[in-house]
């Protein structure tokens, strides 16, 4: 029977592997948890992958890791194996055991079954789910601070990989470019008048919060449920979106929120600000204590809410059909997109944005009535004594 592991056996050979279960995946990749035996050594460099495997202990002594194989015709495998290859030991992300081109796999260190952000927002604990964003937070900025001199490691790593396969180290321009053109389509079709130079503002802030700036290496896609519990703190995983990013783009994620994801719940703006927090505390710098951080951070948050628009509005627009899974309930698309529209409607930054948002709001609101953002569940019932920030949870450097 054919187990899908015969590319990863190839490229760790004389380790038995073993699949343990299936761990999910999308239509662009497979992702098992594998038993690997401890007969020889593995984590031997090849030719394009590096590091030393470091996976949980399984109870009959050989030892777990990751085994993902990309199916997809996109840059994942280029993305994540060139990320985890110039990882640095310190960082909180996944190390890489071996990575191989045909077929596209990467073999790397297991993080472990513990749960992750997105099952503490979907919980009934406040404080958990408040403790679980600050953790985030602080792995992103671990993240930042340990990659940040990275940055031409990972571009060689990304030319290494990528062949004829056009790569570049941020999709920043491109992204905001795609959502100002859908952007304007959707604003002709339903009559809205877009202010002058607010799609030029868009496509502004690849420049403004360009790769030149404090950036470091990103997963890109750093959703709630793409990180584990281990130990004290989090691991982030699935770089297969890697970049070479401005770091407001990742913490904004906090003030949108969670722009890219499932679970797009309401974040209360207290615990928000908790975590933005905990990260600047994470990874104190001049920049990240003053007023110019505020400024990136706000641009940033009003970037992603139109991309993040710009992205759900045509399903929207067409129908939104409820979460297919009641075990994982998630907002309405609807819901997010107007929600984020007065997000960016409210942050005087970027004024013809601003303008824009409202003016599309309104707009929709009219076509679909009002769809309150629901907070997340962990935060629904909460009250105001029970999410005001706490002393020891963030200690400012």
């Known amino acids: 029977m054919d187990d899908g592991l015969d590319g990863a056996r190839a490229l760790l ?192 802030l690849a420049g403004r919060l360009g790769d030149d700036g404090p950036a470091a290496i990103t997963p890109a896609d750093a959703c709630p449920d793409n990180n584990v519990w281990a130990g004290d703190g989090l691991v982030l995983v699935d770089f297969e979106g890697a970049q070479w990013r401005h770091v407001a783009w990742d913490v904004a994620y906090l003030a949108v929120p969670w722009p890219t994801c499932w679970c797009s719940w309401r974040v209360p703006d207290g615990v928000a600000r908790t975590a933005i927090d905990a990260y600047r505390a994470a990874h104190p710098s001049p920049y990240l204590d003053g007023p110019d951080f505020d400024r990136d951070l706000a641009a940033a948050t009003v970037g992603w809410s139109f991309v993040s628009a710009a992205g759900f509005l045509p399903r929207a627009l067409a129908d939104d059909p409820p979460s297919a899974d009641p075990a994982t309930p998630t907002p309405t698309r609807r819901a997010m997109i107007l929600h984020r529209l007065a997000v960016a409607r409210d942050i005087p930054d970027l004024p013809a944005l601003a303008e824009l948002a409202g003016r599309l709001r309104e707009a929709l609101a009219d076509e679909w009535g009002e769809a309150p953002l629901a907070y997340a569940p962990a935060f629904a019932r909460a009250t105001h004594r029970e999410l005001r920030p706490r002393a020891d949870e963030v200690q400012r450097s």
């Open 13 to 204: 050979p004389g380790t038995p592997l073993e699949s343990l279960n299936t761990l999910g995946g999308s239509d662009r990749s497979t992702v098992q948890r594998v038993s690997a035996g401890s007969r020889n050594p593995i984590g031997s460099r090849n030719p394009i992958g590096s590091g030393n495997p470091i996976g949980s202990r399984n109870p009959a002594g050989s030892r777990t890791l990751i085994v993902k194989t990309y199916t997809g015709s996109g840059d994942g495998w280029v993305r994540e194996s060139a990320a985890l290859s110039v990882m640095p030991p310190d960082a909180p992300a996944p190390r890489l055991v071996a990575a191989g081109d045909t077929p596209p796999i990467v073999v790397m260190s297991d993080a472990g079954t513990g749960g992750n952000v997105a099952d503490a927002l979907l919980g009934d604990d406040p404080d958990a789910a408040r403790h679980a964003l600050v953790s985030w937070a602080t792995a992103i900025a671990a993240l930042h601070a340990t990659t940040a001199g990275t940055r031409d490691e990972f571009r060689a790593a990304l030319a290494a990989r990528a062949g004829a396969l056009p790569v570049p180290e941020s999709a920043v321009p491109d992204d905001l470019d795609s959502a100002a053109r859908e952007i304007a389509k959707h604003c002709a079709d339903l009559g809205v008048n877009v202010p002058a130079g607010a799609l030029d503002e868009l496509r502004e």
